[in-house]
């Protein structure tokens, strides 16, 4: 069998941090970016009018007749195994033992196990280049990848070279997939993204409806209430955050919201606290269009 690989060629900006533990056959290292990325996959999935189940939901794939999203198609699930395996190698093709350090050019090399599609490359590929140029990639923590202090940024990358995948019919390949919607999931759609300013930790906590030092409920609007998410504690799952801000680079804001009005409302938020200034606001509908 011939397989083929893939590779990406992206620079850290700041140090990123591949940590994790797998059960595969990946180094370690690796799992933190998977996880990162189909994150990002499952967004756009979803922001493209497909659906991704949350796996680490009850209603995760394989439902109760075996089938699964189209997500999982690629990632795998229980019972079906990742099409690809992931690795980080550095500018002279060996692999990367550990965290990287910032100015650092590597390669994401996707070496496929089984056959991926087209629609699967594209969708794969342009899942890092929005996680590259908007979000932030790998870590522990999917959405803020963090290891050492507390608001040191890990993450943040620019992208170097990304395959040129002409756009296959994405909308009759997510069709043919099973249809689960989880409840709050990240749809692209609802995203904002801010380049160009950043937030200090009391303005996020007051944007999110939280005291200064984050400790204590001080507003329950909608969108507090949703950017905020929720602890775990013994009857409740913890809910993540979904308002995310980096210093890095000039500074970006991004996070997302429940629908539409609700983003708005958030990025209207967002630059009262801001004020006037040399940052660029999109949605996440303008990414999609695009793409
Ligand atoms: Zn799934």
Known sequence: MVSSSQRITLKTLTPLWTGGVDQTSDRLHETG???????????LVRGLGGYACDPTSEDRCPDKDGKHCVACELFGCTGWGRKFRLRALNEQGQPIEDALAENITFHLEFLELRPIT?????????????????????????????KGKIGEDYGIVQIITLPNIARPDIPRFLSQFRQVTPKDAADL?????????????????????????GQEITGNKHYQQFLRGRRGDATHDAISKKLFSFRADGGCIWGYARDAKMRDEISHQIKQTLGTGKYTVKTGEEVLREL
């Open 189 to 213: 759609r609802w995203f904002f993204f801010i380049k160009g300013s950043f937030l200090w930790r009391k303005q996020m906590n007051d944007l999110m409806g939280l005291s200064e030092n």
């Open 33 to 43: 970016l998977i996880g990162s990325l189909r994150w990002w996959y499952e967004a």
């Open 118 to 146: 087209e629609e699967e490359k594209w969708l794969l590929t342009k899942s890092v280049e929005i996680a590259a140029r908007y979000g932030a990639l790998g870590g522990k923590t999917t959405l803020k990848p963090q």
